[in-house]
């Protein structure tokens, strides 16, 4: 159940607002998720070094045991299922403000985006470079809702975390990030509620009791 707004240009054709995400871990991924399945247009850039390729999974919420590797095969198929445009092999080079939004720069070219996510691991150098506030414990300094000091950029995951670096913890603060997003195109609190309902209307009798 999507409550997006579409917004409407003046010649009548309608566009929806931009997200880029830099960084395509569980964080990066579980943003776009969110966007992408309430109708922004989703851009995710990625290099593949997700710390999830070492990792064997016993505690993420709901699944009892998944490797790492498998975990995010099974997230980017669900991304890519909702129309997230995932560039793999694309490295973000640079983000910059530009009028209301930013400029992302890869080597392949430049793009546009109303909102950027970073998430890029414990790499945080994009951050600096935007000018980004860290904290005293050198992360980039977010608060619940992971938007940085610069309005519409947003950090998730490793890069706004000393030490608490953990798959459940990388997809919430996406989520988070996502939503206020989605609240802040509303102009109040945003919800991404499916119900039974849905499913069914989706799957039909495969739908699990
Ligand atoms: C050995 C090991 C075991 C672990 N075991 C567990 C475990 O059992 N349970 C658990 O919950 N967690 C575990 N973790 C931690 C878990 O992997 C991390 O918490 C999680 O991967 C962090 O997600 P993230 O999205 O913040 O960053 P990452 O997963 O690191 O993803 C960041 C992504 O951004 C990309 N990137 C970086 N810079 C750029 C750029 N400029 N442009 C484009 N893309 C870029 C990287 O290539 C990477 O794919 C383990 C980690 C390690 C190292």
């Known amino acids: 159940m999507s409550d997006t707004d579409d917004s409407t240009d003046a010649d009548g054709s309608t566009q929806m607002p931009s997200v880029i995400v830099a960084g395509g871990g569980p964080a990066g991924l579980s943003a ?31 699944i009892g045991s998944v490797g790492g590797s498998e975990f995010m095969a099974t997230a980017r198929q669900q991304v890519d299922d909702f129309g997230v445009d995932r560039r793999q092999d694309e490295p973000v080079t640079a983000v910059s403000e530009s009028g209301d939004g930013f400029i992302v720069e890869t080597d392949e070219g430049e793009y546009e985006a109303d909102y950027v996510v970073l998430a890029t691991g414990a790499n945080r150098e994009l951050a600096d470079d935007l000018g980004c506030e860290f ?12 938007e940085t000091s610069v309005d519409g950029v947003y950090a998730t995951g490793a890069m706004v975390r000393p030490e ?3 798959a459940a913890i990388a997809v919430g603060d996406g989520a988070a990030a996502a939503l206020n997003i989605l609240s802040s195109i509303k102009g109040e609190y945003y919800h991404d509620f499916d119900v039974p309902a849905d499913a069914e209307r989706v799957f039909g009798d495969l739908v699990a009791e």
Request: proline share 0%.
């Open 32 to 62: 776009a998720l969110f966007t992408a399945k309430n109708g922004l247009e989703t851009t995710v850039f990625d290099t593949d070094e997700t710390w999830m390729h070492k990792a064997h999974l016993f505690n993420y919420l709901g």
């Open 135 to 146: 904290t005293d414990t050198d992360v980039v300094d977010v608060d619940v809702d992971m």
């Open 164 to 166: 608490e670096w953990q």
